[in-house]
């Protein structure tokens, strides 16, 4: 079983940055790839980001154009994700993902998520 609680949401104003983290609870991290969803109100969860932790290779979606940045700290069992350029569309609940398989795979299953972390940026 694998906790993650993330951190790091709040409201900030377009064209700010912001930071979340995703701390995992498992002594078997190097085993799971990480990973960032986001589901925006009346729209479907959707993938942001996902970093494998064994050599550090990463995959975005396309929509973010280089804004966002995923990252990890295998010493603290911590994953992040560096917005910069925020957009109001950018608005959404942020979670956490993890799975026990590639960085690719990640995009298509989860086993296990996070309870989120809202990001609003204003207009």
């Known amino acids: 079983q694998v906790q993650l609680v993330e951190s790091g949401g709040g409201l900030v104003q377009a064209g700010g940055s912001l930071r979340l983290a995703c701390v995992a609870s498992?002594?078997?991290?190097?085993?799971?790839?990480m990973g960032w969803f986001r589901q925006a109100p009346g729209k479907e969860r959707e993938f942001v980001a996902a970093?494998?932790?064994?050599?550090?290779?990463?995959n975005y979606a396309d929509s973010q154009n280089g804004r966002f940045t995923i990252s990890r700290d295998n010493a603290k069992n911590t994953v992040y994700l560096q917005m910069n350029s925020l957009k109001p569309e950018d608005t959404a609940v942020y979670y956490c993902?993890?799975?026990?398989?590639?960085?690719?795979?990640?995009?298509?299953?989860?086993?296990?998520w996070g309870k989120g972390t809202l990001v609003t940026v204003s207009s």
């Open positions: 993902a993890a799975t026990a398989g590639s960085v690719a795979g990640l995009k298509y299953r989860v086993e296990y």
């Open positions: 970093i494998s932790w064994s050599v550090g290779s990463t």
């Open positions: 498992t002594r078997a991290f190097s085993r799971y790839a």
